[in-house]
């Protein structure tokens, strides 16, 4: 966040029309994530512009060394899914992966249907799983959270990509199989 | 005149800090900038200059471990967005600490400290840092392992495991989802495990807690059964004293 408003601080001495863009994202983003820390459900389409927000942000920040690319079928959008699950993953993926990296790396994030089941997958092609072990409390995070909300039926699954970067996938139910 | 390098990743405000530094110190010159950690570490051989603005998160090397490659003579102003960086940044030698966004006030301070001090670092035992910051907080326990499951890598939750399993220089981890294999011994794993989830039973086995269904004596061994599983762990007598009845 500091970072953020470092930079929209140069862009506001240097480029009005850069510093305007940066504030609409940002402003964007909070829209989107800051109701969420209560409510119990969000849509896809709202995770997925909060994403959306933050990679732009970020995208501004990095400049060459990020490239991001979102696809989700239209009629998948007004599906329910957690509040700040992918938003978590995508950070992960930014920090963990392709600050890291002294390489510019691309960010994917899909979503798509898989049985009765809604699969969104954030892959980035970074630095992948660098340390043995991780203290990973965002991933711990979502995983507990997942198994209130849904039991069994939803899964978060963390895999190393090839040939470098990191896949992970989350899975929950469609609504009528919760029932 | 003075000379500078600016170690910072993110280009706009790489920018933002050449622009201030050549507006309130015109004398000095930026002879070189580095995105990264690796090319920091070179051009600060190569062009030995005498300060460095050093962020601290950047790729490859961060500022910390750029700050040891640097010589006496050169003064170390660390940059950062997190203030929580400083004690380890004054243990490192540092003049000054910056935090972002830059303020000009601020800067000049600095600035006017990099012109009238000395070269020596400035000395300030490392206690009385934690003294002032408080200590760092203690390493939580692990909560994910990175395992290798045939050819590709796999994050497995610390608690989904069932057990952990010595297997000659390999460390077996079962969960209900399958089997996976990690390099890290017995010994270096229990040290990170909460105690209160995992125990040792044997030179060559941890098990979880919750994973286990009964336990059933034969003598001075036990033997434990899992939950839902076909399997029994041998308790071994050294580390049966865990499972005795209270």
């Not at chain 1, 992948?128 to 939803?154: C, K, P, S, T």
């Not at chain 2, 009238?116 to 490392?126: A, C, G, L, Y």
């Not at chain 2, 760092?136 to 050819?151: G, Q």
């Amino acid at each position: 966040m500091f970072n953020t408003l470092a930079n929209l601080k140069y862009l506001v001495r240097t480029d009005a029309d850069g510093a305007q863009q940066m504030l609409d994202y940002l402003v964007g983003y909070l829209q989107n994530a800051l109701p969420d820390m209560r409510s119990v459900s969000s849509t896809l389409e709202r995770e997925l512009e909060l994403a959306r927000n933050y990679l732009s942000i970020m995208q501004i920040r990095m400049g060459q060394r990020l490239r991001f690319r979102i696809d989700a079928a239209p009629a998948l959008l007004a599906l329910p899914f957690p509040p700040a699950m992918l938003i978590s993953l995508v950070e992960n993926a930014v920090k963990h992966g392709l600050e890291r990296a002294s390489r510019p790396g691309e960010i994917v994030i899909s979503a798509t249907l898989s049985g009765a089941r809604l699969r969104v997958l954030v892959s980035d092609d970074g630095t992948g799983l660098a340390d043995q072990m991780g203290q990973g409390f965002g991933l711990a995070n979502i995983h507990e959270r997942l198994q209130l909300l849904y039991g069994d039926a939803a899964s978060l699954a963390v895999t190393a990509a090839q040939p470098n970067g990191v896949n992970a996938a989350l899975t929950v139910p469609l609504p009528a199989a919760k029932a | 005149m003075p000379t500078a390098l600016i170690v910072e990743d993110e280009p706009l405000l790489m920018a933002e800090l050449a622009d201030h530094l050549r507006a309130l110190w015109p004398e000095l010159e930026i002879v070189g900038q580095a995105e990264n950690g690796i090319e920091a570490v070179a051009l600060l051989e190569s062009l030995q200059p005498d300060m460095v603005f050093l962020d601290i998160q950047v790729p490859g090397l961060n500022g910390l471990e750029v700050a040891r490659h640097i010589p006496e003579s050169t003064q170390i102003v660390f940059v950062t967005a997190y203030a929580e960086y400083a004690v380890q940044a004054f243990e490192a030698g540092a003049a000054d600490y910056l935090v972002k966004p830059l303020n000009t006030a601020r800067l000049l301070q600095t600035i006017k400290r990099l012109k009238t001090r000395s070269r020596d670092p400035f000395q300030v035992p490392p206690g009385v840092w934690h003294k002032v910051f408080g200590q760092p907080a203690a390493t939580p326990y692990m909560k994910w392992i990175k395992a290798s499951v045939a050819n590709t890598v796999r994050l497995v939750m610390v608690s989904d495991v069932l057990y952990f399993q010595s297997e000659d220089k390999y460390t077996r981890v079962v969960t209900a989802a399958g089997d996976a294999l990690i390099r890290l011994p017995l010994k270096s794993l229990i040290a990170q495990l909460d105690p209160g989830q995992f125990a040792q039973i044997h030179r060559g086995a941890i098990v979880n807690y919750q994973a286990i269904d009964h336990v059933d004596r034969y003598g001075a061994t036990m033997e434990i059964q899992l939950k839902g599983r076909a399997e029994k762990l041998q308790v071994s007598e050294a580390y049966s004293r865990q499972f005795r009845q209270m």
